[in-house]
């Protein structure tokens, strides 16, 4: 038995047939190894059939989900178990149905019984799962084993190849049997890193290949595991006088099944490296289009052939190289630490990507929800603009819940040799604010400090068809990853530009008479003169002016000479690498535990500070009484910041968070010398990093 279609499955419960029943064995393995929490537990039976074990763990004291994809097994579920309570009986695909219906606090124990072997995209389904499991939850697993099956029934098992896929990436493994069925118990999902690798060295003089990226409908990129051991990019060498497209398009059949046209193949990137001292080209080919039913074409050189999700990409185990920079070509960052190897992009005209799984408008659309009933988007351009542009595929290396988070969550995606973020995603709160500030009508022109791409396609779409962005970044990387999003998800009425976009827009990209609008996405100081030179009279600018270490997005409006201040947004960006970047000296006390930040001029001289830091607690009144709002200690910070000469900040490195003025009573709290808590006199800065 081994049905691929839905169909069949609906019939084959329709027909009362069932699966092997749940053994005593099975039963007391669940107890011992999987026993529920005190207080009580959540349960998910993936794939419950007709319920039998959905039933089981109800009576240990579970809640349970039981989804199935089949109305047929669910009916008969509730015919046969309707008196149990704790069940809730769901129709879902966990390979294709948005996740909503599931628990959103997660699961303390997931299982899978006789129903992983029909699992197509095997390793992206275990990795969701892992990441909805509870502190101590476990995955269990339970699955014939391909030696005891019969050949004719092989499609049901796990041969132990498969097994050793599955258990790889979970701190801990145990193997346990039930008169002949394996019961793998999970936990711990770490991941499996990811590693670029080589295959055996070659006889040949130089190498000539091409590497298909292919995605599903759901923006999923297709993988093969192979008999070496690694993943893989379907592709191979050219032959005869074949263009690489052409190549592309034929490995493609041969190796899945998957059928596509030459025209529909994009040569993006080529890459130059080495594989044990030999040469080697490879062509990165973009296929957009493609037909047929995905199979395992050559079965002595691959095990099977998945869809796999971006952001699960870091962590897929090993890879080969070429196929790992291949990924990287077309998605930027999502893959971390990858060998050198040299990058020639191709300028190619081709169409954006379409596809996305039915979770991520979901998501986004509760995200805009959230961002309209919090008053940061008032007008209809760029309500419209964050319910329809995809910011996850913007931040391809995160998951769908963290790319929509809602809150003051920014995706981090570039860090600095120090930790230090240097780019990232704001929060979709603060880009609406700060798009809402400028005031654009359709058609508007506009310049934005920063790359990455979503904030650029916002303000793109809430301009309308004849709106334009020009996006400067002084860094290549990002400005390379901006072009190939956009490529790949934007409308095409953004252009990134790598400059310091300090010193503006490039004079032949800047409107007659200047850009309607213009937006900083990083933390600066000061204001450069190219932003009011090339702002259009009446235009607006919207910049986070850093004062003392305190930031405000303070919306400025061009009249003649001079930029009026209209508005400000509290927030908190990147800081600036162009040429108007200063560093700001810090100096430590206590031994790093404390230290002193002068963001605005040179640090002055502090002795005395860490005796009285070490000394008996004082309080002394100011006089000064403030209510509980925010806005009124915004206020005295600025106050502080811009009028008291040598002021400076205390940051503290511990954690958890202490009161600064009571730290010499405990000093020996655990050190994270990456996560600052700063503020004065122990109060944190409000609002958290956020960026473009």
Not at 21 to 29: I, P, S, V
Not at 76 to 81: I, K, P, S
Not at 187 to 212: D, S
Not at 311 to 321: D, K, P
């Amino acid at each position: 038995m081994t049905y691929t279609a839905r169909d069949e499955w609906e019939q084959h419960f329709s027909d009362g047939k069932n699966f092997r029943q749940l053994g005593e064995r099975e039963r007391e393995l669940l107890a011992e190894y999987a026993p529920v929490p005190d207080g009580g537990g959540r349960a998910l039976d993936v794939g419950c059939g007709t319920g039998e074990l959905a039933a089981y763990l109800a009576s240990l004291g579970y809640t349970v989900d039981a989804i199935d994809f089949t109305d047929s097994a669910r009916a008969r579920a509730r015919e046969e178990h309707g008196d149990v309570e704790d069940v809730r009986w769901l129709r879902l695909d966990i390979e294709r149905d948005d996740p909503a219906p599931l628990h959103e606090e997660g699961y303390n124990l997931i299982t899978l019984r006789l129903m992983y072997a029909f699992v197509q995209d095997r390793g992206r389904v275990v990795h969701g799962l892992g990441e909805r499991l509870r502190d101590g939850g476990a995955l269990v697993v339970i699955t014939p084993v391909a030696e005891n099956t019969p050949e004719e029934r092989r499609g049901i098992a796990l041969d132990e190849d498969e097994i050793a896929v599955l258990a790889a990436g979970w701190k801990t493994v145990e193997r346990l049997d039930a008169d002949g069925l394996a019961v793998l118990v999970l936990r711990g999902p770490c991941h499996a890193g990811i590693r670029a690798v080589e295959k055996r060295p070659t006889t040949a003089h130089a190498l000539t290949g091409a590497l298909a990226v292919v995605t599903d409908d759901a923006g999923r990129v297709l993988l093969g595991r192979s008999r070496r051991g690694m993943l893989e990019l379907p592709g191979g060498k050219t032959t005869g006088a074949e263009d690489f497209a052409t190549a592309a398009v034929r490995e493609l059949s041969e190796e899945t099944g998957l059928v596509a046209d030459p025209a529909d193949a994009y040569v993006v990137t080529m890459l130059v490296d080495d594989s044990h001292g030999i040469p080697r080209l490879t062509a990165v080919v973009r296929l957009t289009t493609w037909t047929g039913t995905l199979t395992n074409a050559e079965e002595d050189k691959f095990d099977r052939w998945e869809f796999f999700d971006l952001h699960a990409l870091a962590c897929v185990g090993n890879i080969f190289a070429p196929a790992a920079s291949a990924l990287d070509a077309v998605w930027p960052g999502v893959i971390p630490d990858l060998p050198p190897v040299v990058s020639y992009p191709i300028a190619a005209d081709r169409p954006p990507v379409p596809g996305e799984p039915a979770e991520a408008a979901r998501l986004r659309q509760a995200m805009a929800q959230m961002v309209i009933d919090g008053g940061w988007a008032p007008s209809e351009p760029v309500r419209d603009a964050l319910r329809t542009v995809p910011r996850h595929r913007f931040a391809p290396e995160v998951n769908l819940a963290e790319a929509y988070d809602g809150g003051d969550r920014a995706v981090i995606t570039r860090r600095d040799a120090t930790g230090t973020a240097i780019s990232s995603v704001s929060a979709a709160w603060l880009q609406a604010r700060m798009i809402e500030s400028l005031l654009l009508g359709p058609g508007a022109i506009v310049f934005e400090a920063g790359s990455g791409g979503y904030n650029a396609e916002l303000i793109a779409h809430a301009t309308g068809p004849d709106g334009r962005v020009v996006s400067v970044d002084i860094d290549p990387w990002v400005v390379r990853r901006t072009r190939r999003f956009l490529t790949e998800a934007g409308s095409g009425r953004v252009t990134a530009i790598e400059a310091d976009a300090a010193l503006g827009a490039p004079a032949h990209l800047v409107p007659r008479g200047g850009f309607d609008g213009s937006v900083i996405t990083y933390n600066c100081w000061d204001i450069a003169p190219a932003w009011r030179e090339q702002l259009a009279e009446g235009g607006r600018l919207v910049l986070p002016l850093e004062m003392g270490g305190y930031t405000r997005a303070i919306t400025f409006e061009r009249r003649g000479e001079v930029l009026h201040a209209r508005r400000f947004t509290y927030c908190g960006f990147v800081r600036d690498q162009g040429q108007q970047a200063r560093p700001a000296p810090v100096l430590p006390l206590l031994e790093g535990a404390l230290a002193l930040r002068f963001d605005d001029g040179s640090a002055v001289d502090a002795e005395g500070l860490e005796e009285a830091l070490r000394a008996r607690r004082h309080e002394v009144a100011t006089g000064v009484t403030m209510g509980a709002a925010d806005s009124y200690f915004g206020s005295l910070q600025l106050y502080a910041a811009t009028t008291l000469a040598g002021f400076c900040r205390l940051a503290s490195h511990l954690e958890p968070a202490v009161d600064v003025t009571g730290i010499a009573k405990d000093r020996e709290g655990p050190r994270r010398p990456r996560d600052h808590r700063r503020g004065v006199i122990g109060l944190p800065d409000p609002r958290p990093d956020q960026r473009r």
